[in-house]
Structures are given as structure tokens and as C-alpha cells.
Antibody, heavy 131, light 107 residues
């Protein structure tokens, strides 16, 4: 059974740091890109970051670039999000999500086409930034 | 960044109704468009990927269409368990972005 379990959330003061973890089970973790998505109270979903299966390709939302660092340990089946210089606007539920990939081959193109989507989600961990 | 705009922001419909939600991208995203359903206090659930492919285990009353900038999620016959907020999301280019959500209520 595929499962993602986030941990590490809590209350932190502005300017503080927090490290979130996501433990994966039931999947070959090293085969998948992984993402973090957050949701502020009463707001919509916001993609935060994703990391390739090997950890060599990483992207961030502009709002967290330079403050957050995504990483993974494939030997431990774990994903991390190091959050520094936290602000009140970082208050949110943070979800870990597996990035699924489907490859299509079209007659019109010799190269395959890749589709990415977030197909397995954890239950989330809450981060509150407040003095 | 690619902006995703959904309409309507909310709707109320009866069981058995056909429901349509639209999503527009600020530039062409081919068919790199996914749809999610989220119920209050729960994690999102993938419904549709690549604009029209039904995720395994999702009822066939859900369907997606579109390409380029305009996309649609359709529920052919609304069921009581279909309440929640629906989000579109583009994975054409980073940063990935979501629409603002469409809240569906059952009359």
C-alpha cells in the first residue's frame, strides 16, 4: 500500500527554521520525482518545489527560492524540505506528493512526450509562523 | 509564470446534474493539465491527468478535455460524494501552477 507520511511541522517564530520530512512506503521511492505543495488556511493549493528521482534537478516557487531547500535520501525513502527565514505567509499545511509520469508516443513526433502529475499525496503537516 | 484561471469560483448543483468547470491558461500548455478534487481537511486527489486521461480508480462520470489554453472538467451525473473543491494544475513548465479552485456544493 502506497503511503506518504509528513512530519516536522509546528509553531515557529518569524525568521526561524523548520525541517519537514516525508517518509514513503509501498513504492520504489528512487524511481519518482517528488513534490511539496502547500495550502494556507482558507486558500488554494500552491506548488512549492519538486526534485528529480536522482536529486539532480530541482525547481522552486519564486516565493520560497533562496529560503527553502528540497532534498531526498533514496536509501531512507525520504523527502525533506528545509525551511529557513520563515515568514507569516509561509503558514500552511504542507503536503508531500509523488510525481507520476506517463510517456506518450505520437506519430507526429519522433521523441516521446512526458506528462507529469501528482498522484499520491500525504495527509500533510501544519506549519504555523507566528510570534 | 503561467497563470491558471478557473470558472466558476463556486457552483451549486443537484444530484444527477451535468457539471462543467473550465480552466484557462495564460499561455499554451499543450495538454499538460491535471485536475484534482479536494474535500475539506483532506489531501487533494488526482482525477484527470494529461487533460483527458482518467486516473485509475476514478469514476467514469469524470472526464476532461481541451488543449492549448482552454480546458474543461465535466461530471456527467453529479453524485452526493462529488462535493469539494476542484483544482486544475499545469505541469507544462516550472513553476507548476494551480487554478484558484472551484467549490462544488450539492443542492
Amino acid at each position: 500500500q502506497v503511503q506518504l507520511v509528513e512530519s516536522g511541522g509546528g509553531l515557529v517564530k518569524p525568521g526561524g527554521s523548520l525541517r519537514l520530512s516525508c517518509a514513503a512506503s509501498g513504492i520504489t521511492f528512487s524511481d519518482y520525482y517528488m513534490s511539496w505543495v502547500r495550502q494556507a488556511p482558507g486558500r488554494g493549493l500552491q506548488w512549492v518545489s519538486h526534485i528529480s528521482s536522482s536529486g539532480t534537478t530541482i525547481y522552486y516557487a519564486d516565493s520560497v527560492k533562496g529560503r527553502f531547500t528540497i532534498s531526498r535520501d533514496n536509501a531512507k525513502n525520504s523527502l525533506y524540505l528545509q525551511m529557513n527565514s520563515l515568514r507569516a505567509e509561509d503558514t500552511a499545511v504542507y503536503y508531500c506528493a509523488r510525481v507520476g509520469l506517463t510517456t506518450y508516443y505520437y506519430d507526429s513526433s519522433p521523441a516521446p512526450y512526458y506528462y507529469y502529475y501528482m498522484d499520491v499525496w500525504g495527509k500533510g503537516t501544519t506549519v504555523t509562523v507566528s510570534s | 509564470d503561467i497563470q491558471m484561471t478557473q470558472s466558476p469560483s463556486s457552483l451549486s448543483a443537484s444530484v444527477g446534474d451535468r457539471v462543467t468547470i473550465t480552466c484557462r491558461a495564460s499561455q499554451s500548455i499543450s495538454n499538460n493539465l491535471n485536475w484534482y478534487q479536494q474535500k475539506s481537511g483532506k489531501a487533494p486527489k488526482l482525477l484527470i491527468y494529461a487533460a483527458s486521461s482518467l486516473q485509475s480508480g476514478v469514476p467514469s462520470r469524470f472526464s476532461g478535455s481541451g488543449s492549448g489554453t482552454d480546458f474543461t472538467l465535466t461530471i456527467s451525473s453529479l453524485q452526493p460524494e462529488d462535493f469539494g473543491t476542484f483544482y486544475c494544475q499545469q505541469s507544462y513548465s516550472s513553476p507548476w501552477t494551480f487554478g484558484q479552485g472551484t467549490k462544488v456544493e450539492i443542492k
